[in-house]
Antibody, heavy 119, light 110 residues
Framework: QVQLVQSGAEVKKPGSSVKVSCKAS????????ISWVRQAPGQGLEWMGR????????NYAQKFQGRVTITADKSTSTAYMELSSLRSEDTAVYYC????????????WGQGTMVTVSS | QSVLTQPPSVSGAPGQRVTISCTGS?????????VHWYQQLPGTAPKLLIY???NRPSGVPDRFSGSKSGTSASLAITGLQAEDEADYYC??????????FGGGTKLTVL
């Protein structure tokens, strides 16, 4: 069974960048799309973008265009999400999630990474 | 403001049936895109409950069911149990080329 294991919590200054990793273990990686979803404290879920590792193609939610970069390293079965120009409103738990094959549903989720943006 | 609209909260007694609605528009649910549902327990990652409008992943009890009609979808939970107390989210695709979520519904088991 595939598991997605994310990197640890981060504390960042406003204006800086953060890069969160998501490593897949226990199964195939490249042929599944990986999305990033964030959740601000006490708030709902927000999709940021997805990548198909085997193609290396990413697409992003309009809200994050120009500020987020999603990449994947097939050799290590790891996806990355980098968010730049951080502001306090970016404080959230960031999740990676795998698309269910043949669907846009997310069937496997990482444990989440807390990113705190504070001066 | 979420693209998909859900009631902030619903409640029910153990054993009862509750439904959670998810209302979209002609650019997402009404355009024929599938609706998926997630359960999120406090402090944990969301868990897929229903995909493709009405399909349950392996391991999800048949007390959970989904349906879709027009620009809306619904999640029904029968035989309510204390362990069902959680936040529930719907998700669909939008013609703006984005996945979109509902704002979430908090289910309280009385």
């Amino acid at each position: 069974q595939v598991q997605l294991v994310q990197s640890g919590a981060e504390v960042k200054k406003p204006g800086s960048s953060v890069k969160v990793s998501c490593k897949a273990s226990g199964g195939t990686f490249s042929s599944y799309a990986i999305s990033w979803v964030r959740q601000a404290p006490g708030q709902g879920l927000e999709w940021m973008g997805r990548i198909i590792p085997i193609l290396g193609i990413a697409n992003y939610a309009q809200k994050f265009q120009g500020r987020v970069t999603i990449t994947a390293d097939k050799s290590t079965s790891t996806a990355y999400m980098e968010l730049s120009s951080l502001r306090s409103e970016d404080t959230a738990v960031y999740y990676c999630a795998r698309d269910l094959r043949g669907s846009t549903a997310f069937d496997i989720w990482g444990q989440g990474t807390m990113v705190t943006v504070s001066s | 403001q979420s693209v998909l609209t859900q009631p902030p909260s619903v409640s029910g007694a153990p054993g009862q049936r509750v439904t959670i609605s998810c209302t979209g528009s002609s650019s997402n649910i009404g355009a024929g895109y599938d609706v998926h549902w997630y359960q999120q327990l406090p402090g944990t990652a969301p868990k897929l409950l229903i995909y493709g409008n009405s399909n349950r992943p392996s391991g999800v009890p048949d007390r959970f069911s989904g349906s879709k009609s027009g620009t809306s979808a619904s999640l029904a939970i029968t035989g309510l149990q204390a362990e069902d107390e959680a936040d529930y989210y719907c998700q669909s695709y939008d013609s703006s080329l984005s996945e979109v979520f509902g704002g979430g519904t908090k289910l309280t088991v009385l």
